[in-house]
């Protein structure tokens, strides 16, 4: 083991107990001590899922990377393991970038992640160069393979910059050799593609074919490609950084998009039939996924956006954290996301009332709290008399000065759903609002709001659309209230959400 790698580890170790439990979410995965973003290597390996992450053990600060790595056997309730992997050979001296993991066949657990190594030009500019590297492990340490790099940009065709050569995804064929799908940029118009690699054996690699090209639709680069079949279609993530907005679809920056296709093994192509995004709140990005063993196509992403990591709370030693792992589906040619069942498991002092008929505002005796799992269903008293807004006020404190809330509103007549944390607590002038066009049956709607102290995820419709975002409000804050302007009916399910050891 590498004196980098044993250093981190110590660190991670000491430093991971001082954070006190209430300082953490309870049941969203953050790094056990400094920073933490895209999510690798997520699998089912050895009765128990494995989850890395990029990782910079020593500050709330991106700085050359480490896979973290966490397991579980729920989802929900994460076990940290030794830090995986460290930025300590010459093909990844300055970070271990994102990757993926599969199982192999004689009982290891694989590797592929991007190796960096910086080269400085004759300005004086940093450039970081990316190959791929591997390594292997039992699930608990893993030893790179001594003659890393296994592929560079000398074995991808010249157009494609060797800055931007990262994030490999890596499945089994059919016939048991290796397939690896790469994001790569090209060098003049800067347009994401992404490459197709095989292998015999995980180790010799050569490039196929550029199996899909953005065209400058979604952003430029695309970071983080996942590929895998489910509902009888083909299912292709990717992370676009750069993106323009698009009729409440798409938004600035970095996004997550999803393609729908048909992937042709034998041809080794990409036949795009639509696309949709992942989330539209505000923080998610680099989505993986992972097959259970119950045949569920699980997704987790990083619940942050790259252009606010530098607004952090400051007495929180940790910064990023995923989002809750998601259940994914296809129907009538969509994408449909629910939260994994398990955390069925957390709900705790359920309240249920169904049709309640309001106007103006109202309160639920025991309808507060911030680790909370709500699911409303939501209908003007009648179909033909559709309100303008209604809207869940949450993380509300009841202080005058230092006004405390966040909210979901929903507006029928504009069929648009909108989050906003404008008074979380944030003193920072970022994005605090975003909207997004939903369905609705005549004003009728159903929201499901999971809050874990430190986020709001809400889904929309039993997982047609998603809405993710970060919180900053203190814990105090836990109110709920439900507002409208006029008359509707309401039903309500709410429990508290509460890991096992704190019951
Ligand atoms: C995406 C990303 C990846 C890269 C990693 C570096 O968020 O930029 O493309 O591998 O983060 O930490």
Redesign the pocket.
Known sequence: MSKILRDAERYEEIMGTTVPEEKRPGFHLTARIGWM??PNGFSYYKDRFHLFF?YYPYSCT?GP?YWGHAVTDDLLHWQYRPVALAPDCNADRD?C??GTAINLPDGRHMLMY?GVANEFLPSGKKREVQSQCIAFGDGESYKKYPANPVLTHENIPAIYSRYDF??PKIWRAEDGSFRSLI?ACTITEQDGHLLLFSSPDGIRWKFEKTLIRNNGRFGKMW??PDLFELDGTQVLLI?PQDMIPLEEVYYNG?GTVCLLGDYDAEAQSFDEKSHQPVDQGIDF??PQTVLSPDGRRIMIG?MQN?DTIHVQMPDLPWFGQMNLPRELSVANGKLIQKPVREITSLRRNPIIQKDILFKNTIELPGVRGRQIDLDLEIEPESPDQLFEEFTVFFAQNSSEKETRFSFVRFNPKKSRLTIDRTFSGSRRGFVHQRSARVNHDHGKIRLRLILDRFSAEIFVNGGEQVLSMTLFTEQDADRISFHCDSSVRLSVEKYDLLKTETI
Do not use: I
């Open positions: 973003n895209d990029q991106w990377m970070g970038f994102s991007t990262r994030d994001a970071e983080c992370s970095n990005y680099a990083w790259w």
